[in-house]
């Protein structure tokens, strides 16, 4: 058997090997193939797994298109739909109190009106695509109008505390309308590729048509976005246009609408805006510091400067107390020293008429401390005033004086020498419009007669102070406060530029020492005044009024000592 195998092994051998060699070498291409296929089918397997989250969502929203589109395609749902928003906005109507709010509710209203008499049409005339299509654009208008309303009319405002800007609520409206509308597109079997690759070119070329307004609309996105202001806030823009204050009025698509202090509107593109400066006066805080240099010459002291600006802006009304006013020394001039003052008011929009009444106010204030405004060294101002000119000046001055003096009842028992004498002695003062001259309650040792202008008394604590009298030329006040020391029992306040003499108890000593009979004389005459100012001066007992004058003339010999 052996030999036989070994005898045929060499005939059967070359007859065997053709036929055997494709089989192997197919059988180690496959093996080949396998191994080197094996790692792109691991790839494939990773991809698939990446892509089926994916996938996920593109079947949801597939799921989601059938459902608008099931909704939209059939009038008999769509009719439900809107006739339940029908009802809702008809009870919205009823609870909504605001009137601005109410009148949102139109638009929202006609649309579903009229969706209802598209739809109602399409199913009495079946087979009209294009009646179907305009109602179903009608009934996704309608919902995105209602949605808008409830979602930024009513439930933002009341979670973010302030009301959504037009611009975001316009963009979201646009947003949901064009993908509502594609799919009520490929519900209708037309070919959306088709549809957004030429949407895609004419997007282009309307972009490059309209390049400045896409950029001013993106600006406005991002100053919506960024919140640098809000509308009602006072701003200040500084950039290549200078600089710019005003109240913002709107922000719109494509530009910022700002209202100047001049009642000038202002509209200004969105992207101007957003690469200017911007300074907001009206946050954090309403609250505006204000600054304003004033020159004082170098022979005052700067402490009393200072009281001085100190005393002027307090009494301003809208001027804050809180934070208190300050003043620093900025500078040493040529001819002056500079002095800041700074104090805050209460709204960005009144601070030129307050720092018009604080400068009228430094004014009075420095005259009456006798603090000149300095003027530049090289004026150099050239005056012939002569000594007998000037003798004459005193002398009518002298004269005007001590003729208004005679004119106080109290007074008449002055000599002429006497009245010349507290002529001689006394200052005048200016008091601007508003300012208190004395207040109630307050120690004083003075009196005043008002030479020109008019004040008004008042009586009461605080803000509920009462006008009793309006005093003009010739009248005075403080004439106890002189006489005896006693309190101010009165406010008085400028009406307007206000002009008086200013008698001190200082002027009065000396003739109260040299005239003992004086005394009396003023005590009788103050006596007679404050009675008759209670009643009819016939009717007063003289006892009472004997009583009165000797209760008067202790006070003034306790106030004089003597």
Same mark, same amino acid.
């Given at each position: ?318 001027v804050l107390r809180a934070p208190p006013p300050d003043v620093l020394l900025r ?150 406060? /002189? #006489? $005896?020391?006693? *309190? &101010?029992? @009165?406010?008085? =306040? +400028? ?9 001190? !108890?200082?002027?009065?000593?000396? /003739? #109260? $020492?040299?005239? *003992? &009979?004086? @005394?009396?004389? =003023? +005590? ?9 100012? !209670?009643q009819s001066t016939a009717a007063i007992p003289p006892a009472e009024m004997k ?16």
């Open positions: 058997m052996t030999a036989s195998l070994a005898a045929t092994l060499p005939a059967s051998l070359p007859a065997s090997l053709p036929a055997s060699a494709p089989a192997t070498a197919a059988a180690t291409a496959a093996a080949t193939a396998a191994a080197s296929a094996a790692p792109a089918t691991a790839g494939m397997a990773r991809v698939a797994e990446t892509a089926a989250p994916i996938r996920d969502i593109a079947q949801g929203l597939s799921s989601t298109a059938d459902t608008l589109q099931r909704l939209f395609s059939s009038s008999a749902i769509g009719l439900f739909v809107a006739l339940g928003m029908l009802v809702v906005l008809v009870a919205s109507r009823a609870l909504v109190k605001d009137g601005a709010r109410v009148r949102k509710l139109n638009t929202p209203t006609v649309l579903v009106l009229i969706y209802v008499g598209l739809a109602a049409s399409d199913l009495l005339f079946e087979g009209t695509p294009w009646l179907a299509f305009l109602a179903q654009m009608f009934l996704a208008l309608s919902l995105i109008a209602t949605g808008s309303f409830y979602f930024f009319d009513m439930l933002l405002p009341r979670w973010r505390g302030r009301a959504v800007p037009a611009i975001v609520r316009d963009l979201v409206q646009a947003v949901v309308f064009i993908i509502i509308m594609i799919v009520l597109l490929a519900g209708t079997g037309i070919d959306i590729s088709g549809v957004l690759v030429g949407s895609t070119i004419v997007t282009a070329v309307i972009g490059l048509a309209l390049q400045d307004t896409l950029t001013n609309v993106i600006a406005g996105l991002s100053i919506q976005v960024e919140k640098p202001f809000e509308e009602g806030d006072w701003v200040t823009l500084k950039g290549s246009l200078g600089e710019l204050s005003g109240q913002v009025r709107a922000v719109s698509w494509r530009t910022t609408k700002i209202l100047t202090s001049h009642d000038d509107l202002v509209i200004m593109p969105n992207k101007t805006v957003a690469n200017e400066s911007i300074i907001n006066h009206s946050r954090p805080q309403k609250r505006h510091r204000r600054k304003l240099l004033v020159s004082a010459p170098y022979a005052v002291a700067p402490a009393r400067v200072s009281q001085a600006l100190l005393e002027a802006v307090a009494g301003v009304e809208g500078k040493f001039g040529d001819s002056s020293i500079d002095y800041e003052l700074r104090f805050f008011i209460d709204d960005f929009r009144d601070r030129w008429g307050l720092d018009d009444a604080v400068m009228r106010r430094i004014w009075y204030v420095f005259g009456r401390a006798g603090i000149e405004f300095p003027f530049p060294v090289r004026d150099v101002q050239l005056h012939e005033i002569t000594a007998a000119g000037q003798e004459a000046a005193a002398q009518r001055d002298l004269a005007d004086r001590a003729r208004l003096f005679r004119s106080i009842d109290f007074l008449a028992p002055l000599t002429d020498a006497e009245v010349n004498r507290l002529a001689e002695l006394t200052e005048s003062r200016r008091f601007a419009a508003g300012e208190a001259i004395i207040r109630q309650g307050d120690a004083g040792e003075s009196m005043y007669l008002i030479r020109s202008g008019e004040v008004e008394v008042r009586v009461g604590a605080g803000g509920a102070q009462t006008t009793v009298a309006r005093l003009g030329e010739r009248s005075f006040f403080g004439e106890m406060s /002189l #006489m $005896t020391g006693a *309190p &101010r029992a @009165a406010t008085v =306040v +400028a009406v307007d530029d206000v002009v008086v003499y200013f008698i001190e !108890k200082s002027d009065f000593q000396d /003739l #109260m $020492t040299n005239n *003992p &009979r004086l @005394a009396e004389q =003023v +005590a009788d005459s103050l006596a007679m005044r404050q009675m008759g100012l !209670k009583e009165k004058s000797r209760d008067v003339l202790d006070k003034i010999r306790r106030f004089f000592r003597f």
